[in-house]
């Protein structure tokens, strides 16, 4: 059902020309937003209005005054004049209101100056807003009068308003001005904040005169009234179907709508009672640098998560921390109000050798949650076995020969770790280190090839140790051990004579 408003006429509720149509979802991501309307009556140009809130509260921010002058008191008021040509006019027939103006004629030299700053940072405004009335007198085509700020910035005083012959006929006129310094356009405005006023006649009989000032601020945030879109090239929109790229101008918060429709020779349509259709604008916060690395592996037990944050509209966020560990999906850490960074979390379950651990995080800014993609990392195997002896010294031998541990000693491996363990064996190539000299590991015995054997005691059978783990050992018991006899396989053919070194290595795997 199309909303209803109240004619000016009669006061009663007739259906709306117009309707900017609902906006879903409700949170709003991407700018510019598509808005449509839809007209009941016929039309021939749709204008869209809003409103915007910071916190979906506070639909208009409030002006107050900082300063009023109209003169009259016998002092320039907040004023200083610089230059030969300035003056607090007395001359009854150059008064705008009451006696008493302000007078400035003649070049660039001459201004009037707003005497103190105004501390816009410290007190947070958002806006600046300058009325006063003007009358000019004598002045030609080509002569001007400008409006400027300055902000403590390197630039100084800068322009932001020229006014060249503003006398609506002739020579001579009057009128009044309004200045806007927004903050949301670009304007910078500082705890040094000060205005001025510069005449650019040609001459001391060329006169520029000022009264009833007023600048008026509001603070940041909060919110604006309802106001047309400032967009002429779309708005209002002259040809059906009625529709608008809004671009947000007042950046992140709620927004409301409606639209006015016009045909020619008849009243403007109402605006309604309340919003056509409303949203909300904010940007969701990014997820990146994950710590450890997706598909990492050989992580060490209890490892520190990490995670980058970041929210374009600065706003706070919560970061929450989820894993699968305990065999559901959990909450194991959370970070509060926290800004733009990295941050950390332990999780006391990520205590397993040779593991896979899945976790993710969500944020929130407190308008969007996103959450990240699922991230998981495999630990290291564990490090509680020890052999004795640790090192085998067979010293020369033949060639195509071979070597029996059993000869001298045998090898014991324990489990002096905290649980049960798998063990896996792998061996290296037969290398000089100086002179790279090798002999690589082979099934068989060959040309500069070489093979070793282990013997577990009790099983008397020998199997072959490759380059690759292989599973040596299941179950071993905490405090257990296994005996084990190892046997080298001498090339049959070789070119190398030098003195090489192999590598076993054992690694354990929680059973």
């Not at 809003?50 to 009023?68: A, H, M, P, V």
Request: hydrophobic share 30%; with cysteine.
């Amino acid at each position: 059902m199309a909303a209803l408003r109240v004619t000016a006429n009669s006061g009663a509720e007739v259906p709306n020309a117009t309707m900017v149509n609902p906006i879903t979802p409700y949170n709003r991501t991407t700018s510019p937003l598509t808005i449509t309307a839809t007209n009941f009556t016929p039309a021939e140009n749709v204008t869209l209005y809003y409103r915007w809130s910071e916190d979906n509260t506070s639909w208009t921010s409030g002006w107050f005054n900082l300063y009023y002058d109209n003169f009259e008191d016998g002092t320039s008021g907040n004023y200083t004049g610089y230059g030969d040509d300035v003056s607090r006019e007395v001359d009854a027939t150059s008064q705008i209101d009451g006696t008493y103006s302000l007078e400035l004629r003649d070049d660039t030299n001459n201004r009037w100056e707003l005497t103190n700053v105004i501390a816009a940072d410290t007190n947070s405004y958002s806006q600046i807003r300058v009325d006063y009335r003007w009358d000019i007198d004598s002045f030609e085509d080509s002569e001007d009068f400008w409006f400027e700020y300055y902000n403590n910035s390197a630039s100084g005083w800068t322009r932001v308003s020229t006014y060249v012959n503003p006398a609506d006929t002739g020579e001579d006129g009057d009128g009044s001005f309004t200045e806007w310094l927004n903050e949301s356009e670009g304007f910078d405005l500082s705890d040094n904040l000060k205005i001025r006023w510069v005449c650019d006649a040609s001459g001391d009989a060329d006169f520029l005169f000022l009264d009833n000032i007023y600048i008026n601020a509001t603070y940041a945030g909060n919110g604006i009234s309802w106001r047309k879109w400032d967009n002429p090239a779309q708005n209002p929109d002259e040809s059906y179907p009625w529709s608008w790229n809004f671009n947000f101008p007042n950046g992140t918060g709620y927004y409301e709508f409606y639209s006015i429709g016009n045909i020619s020779g008849s009243p403007n349509e109402t605006a309604p009672i309340s919003a056509d259709a409303i949203c909300v604008y904010n940007r969701p916060s990014t997820i990146t640098n994950e710590g450890p690395t997706n598909e990492s592996i050989d992580i060490s037990i209890y490892p520190q998560l990490n995670i980058t944050v970041n929210d374009i509209d600065g706003d706070t966020m919560t970061i929450t921390w989820y894993s699968n560990s305990s065999g559901t999906w959990q909450v194991f850490g959370t970070n509060n109000t926290v800004s733009n960074g990295t941050y950390h979390q332990n999780n006391s379950n990520f205590s397993l050798y040779f593991t896979t651990f899945w976790w993710n995080v969500t944020v929130s800014d407190g308008f969007n949650i996103n959450t990240s993609e699922t991230f998981h990392f495999t630990t290291e195997h564990s490090t509680f076995i020890d052999v004795v002896p640790a090192q085998w010294d067979i010293g020369s031998t033949t060639v195509g020969n071979n070597n029996y541990s059993t000869s001298d000693f045998y090898f014991n491996l324990s489990n002096n770790g905290t649980t049960t363990l798998n063990i896996q064996i792998k061996a290296s190539n037969a290398t000089n280190t100086t002179t790279g000299a090798q002999w690589e590991l082979n099934s068989t015995p060959g040309y500069d090839n070489y093979s070793l054997q282990y013997n577990k005691s009790g099983s008397g059978t020998w199997t072959n140790i490759n380059l690759t783990y292989d599973t040596f050992v299941t179950n071993l018991a905490v405090d257990a051990w296994q005996t084990f006899d190892l046997n080298i396989f001498m090339a049959t053919i070789s070119t190398r004579s030098d003195p090489l070194s192999l590598t076993v290595t054992f690694r354990s795997v929680i059973s």
